[in-house]
């Protein structure tokens, strides 16, 4: 192959020129003007490697729209006012720049495209490095495949249909040769699987540097890949999706399926196994917390294992962790309540106290009893929003006796793993004893409650499920103490629902419990069965397809919270117009009392239109591709 200078020719066209990237290991060194120098030696080609992993998205950043442009994440406008991610949420996308995207260079968190033809420029020379094993090359081969799929499988979720960068166009090509079209998404997705079947033989099952290499692509990452593609597009919005009949390419070609294909369900279902497998061969579990003294409740342990199982540092259950994109102190101190033994102890400019589940997400979880607080025969929704004073049963959840609105009781365990909120319990933080827990004291005025212009909980519940349960604020000065952790891309348990799903919509139900049960007997709940036929109003739910398909919903969105997989899979499942067109509500975060605090206020309305299930592409990349097509609506 001859010299070709990195800044290839094709970003004419297609507008795919240099964005900025993060670290992973290394970057290409400075200064590389040709190939040949980058594969001079290995210890050039793994930097160049490196550059690959350094386009990966920005998973716990406000720059990843899927963890503060969607629903379970309020900011308060003080803050977030000009956050893309919040015009995202509110409706305000548009084409001339657009918010948080990754194709072209135009409003754009990372141009996916430059990553694709690094890969491509990796694969083609990577036979170059003189004292490269063939061990390592074989390995560094299927890496730079796995990722070259991922970046396809990224792009695709986003945009539709999108050109499938299998190689490279020759410099000597002309300026029409780098004027490509979109493919259709079944296309896309076969190239995606075909990548993926050709890196997961040569990957390996787990990581033996853990010194040097966690975080890199292994064999269960690129099977967990694969079954996430497959499901994507068994998904309504791209299988039998006819809101998209005349989105066709200037040929003619319909980019996405409008005729439903039950066989799609079939091989996501498989695919689902085939990853669950490689990864039980690599040792992963759903995670529970096991350094429990002999003095902690089974309440206590149960919640820590939720917790635990995105926050502890490269746990089991997690088959995919980033480590360029930690949950670091940031995401942490944002999620952190202010919290104390009483009124006035720790000094509240420790934390920023800002990342606010909406009231609807504290709507979501289950009842005590394993099912939606709205089916529950047993729990009193028509009055949820009403004040009671907690009882000693609530010990491990709730201060006894502290008022709190009876929709923060009888709740099941994700929820107060997940949440805090006032008069609850925020179990750890230099106080390792259920006996006098540390309490949110959330009122304004009141050290967890609104102090300030903008260290305060838009809704007056908080993100617990993200910090680490042993971070300690200052009790004096304004230092946070957090220990990072690698913020989770897959965990088994999405694995486990996934496969869930794909079996319901592919054989029957009966099929699918045993995956959703095992992820809800960690949080300490019945089967599906059992639960409802014990205290639902449709006790036959779980048996029909329809009806296990809305609890497989449920479940996701509950067990994956604040971990960015809602936002797409509302869009994959065409239920965003139903979940983004809602008020925000919250608490009355300006009250001071328990009367005037426990009021329902709304703050804003999300807004979707049906155009947003698509991120529109640039303006000036369509002017510079007459080739390429815009997406519907925009």
Request: with cysteine; aromatic share 12%; proline share 4%.
């Amino acid at each position: 192959m001859k010299n070709i200078v990195i800044k290839f020719i094709a970003s004419i066209a297609l507008i795919f020129s240099a964005s900025s990237c993060g670290d992973y290991i290394d970057v290409v060194p400075d200064n590389i003007a040709v190939i040949e120098d980058a594969f001079e030696t290995r210890e050039s080609a793994i930097k160049f490697l490196a550059t690959l992993y350094s386009a990966l998205p920005p998973y716990s950043s406000i720059n990843n729209p899927a963890l503060a442009g969607g629903d379970e994440i309020y900011v308060n406008d003080v803050v977030a006012k000009d956050w893309p991610a919040r015009r995202i949420a509110k409706g305000g996308q548009n084409v001339v720049s657009p918010s948080l995207g990754y194709w072209g260079n135009t409003g754009t968190v990372t141009n996916l495209f430059i990553a694709l033809r690094n890969c491509n420029i990796f694969l083609d020379n990577i036979e170059k490095p003189f004292n490269l094993t063939e061990t390592e090359k074989v390995k560094w081969i299927a890496e730079a495949k796995a990722l070259k799929a991922y970046f396809h499988f990224y792009l695709m979720q986003m945009y539709g249909p999108i050109p499938i960068i299998r190689e490279n166009i020759e410099v000597s090509s002309g300026v029409e040769a780098v004027r490509v079209s979109r493919q259709p998404v079944d296309e896309v997705v076969a190239y995606i699987v075909e990548l993926l079947d050709e890196a997961i033989p040569d990957l390996p099952l787990i990581i033996e540097d853990r010194g040097l290499e966690l975080g890199r692509i292994t064999a269960p990452i690129a099977a967990a890949i694969k079954a996430k593609a497959l499901v994507t597009v068994a998904s309504p919005l791209f299988n039998g999706n006819s809101d998209y009949n005349g989105f066709v390419d200037k040929d003619g070609v319909q980019l996405i399926s409008t005729s439903y294909d039950d066989n799609k369900w079939v091989k996501a279902a498989n695919a689902c196994k085939e990853a669950i497998d490689i990864a039980h061969a690599a040792g992963h579990r759903l995670y529970t917390f096991e350094a429990a003294p002999a003095d902690w409740s089974d309440t206590t342990v149960t919640k820590l294992s939720i917790r635990g199982s995105v926050t502890e540092r490269w746990n089991d259950e997690l088959i995919w962790g980033s480590s360029n994109s930690q949950g670091g102190s940031e995401i942490q101190n944002w999620s952190q309540a202010r919290i104390s033994t009483g009124l006035a102890a720790e000094n509240w400019y420790s934390v920023m106290s800002w990342w606010s589940p909406p009231l609807g997400i504290a709507e979501m979880f289950y009842s005590e009893n394993g099912v939606p607080i709205d089916e529950d025969t047993k729990y009193d929704y028509s009055d949820r929003y009403a004040v009671k004073a907690a009882d000693i049963a609530h010990k491990q959840y709730i201060r006894p006796g502290f008022e709190t609105a009876k929709l923060n009781m009888h709740r099941e365990k994700r929820f107060y793993a997940s949440l805090g909120f006032d008069g609850g319990v925020w179990f750890g933080h230099g106080v390792r004893s259920d006996d006098n827990p540390l309490i949110v004291f959330g009122k304004k005025g009141q050290i967890g409650g609104l102090l300030d212009f903008n260290k305060w909980s838009q809704s007056g519940y908080w993100a617990k499920k993200l910090v680490y349960y042993e971070n300690v604020q200052a009790t004096s000065g304004s230092g946070y103490t957090s220990r990072s952790y690698p913020f989770p891309v897959v965990r088994l348990a999405d694995l486990y629902l996934l496969y869930a799903e794909a079996l319901n919509e592919s054989t029957d139900p009966t099929a699918a419990h045993e995956w959703i049960d095992r992820v809800r007997e960690r949080a300490g709940l019945n089967g599906v069965v059992e639960s409802w036929a014990a205290a639902s109003n449709q006790p036959s739910k779980p048996t029909t397809k329809e009806g296990l398909r809305d609890i497989i919903q449920d479940e996701r969105m509950i067990e994956l919270v604040f971990e960015g997989q809602r936002f797409w899979d509302l869009r994959r499942w065409k239920r965003a117009s139903e979940f983004l067109n809602k008020e925000i509500q919250g608490w009355n975060v300006e009250g001071t009392t328990t009367d005037t605090y426990y009021n329902v206020v709304s703050v804003g309305t999300y807004k979707f239109m049906s155009r947003d299930y698509l991120w529109p592409i640039a303006e000036a990349d369509l002017i510079a591709n007459s080739n390429l097509i815009q997406n519907p609506g925009w």
